[in-house]
């Protein structure tokens, strides 16, 4: 019998808001990084809201042909 390993699911709600693996959550955090670097995400400070919030930050993400992988 092979030897059985855990795996990371990609079923609902793997990868969504609230349920992301350390490593995806690293990754919207550089994201949002890399988009605020080129003006077009502004992140919260004190009362003032952050330009987007993170459900369209992870959308973009996942809709955007950029690879993080790729950031020099």
Request: include cysteine; proline fraction near 3%; glycine fraction near 4%.
């Amino acid at each position: 019998m092979a030897d059985l390993t855990r795996v990371e699911s990609m079923q609902y709600p793997a990868g969504h808001l609230s349920h992301l693996s350390d490593h995806q959550q690293a990754q919207l955090a550089e994201f949002k990084d890399i988009c605020r670097d080129a003006g077009y995400y502004t992140p919260a400070n004190g009362a003032k809201s952050a330009s987007h919030d993170d459900e369209t930050m992870l959308y973009a993400h996942n809709t955007s042909t950029m690879s993080i992988s790729t950031r020099h």
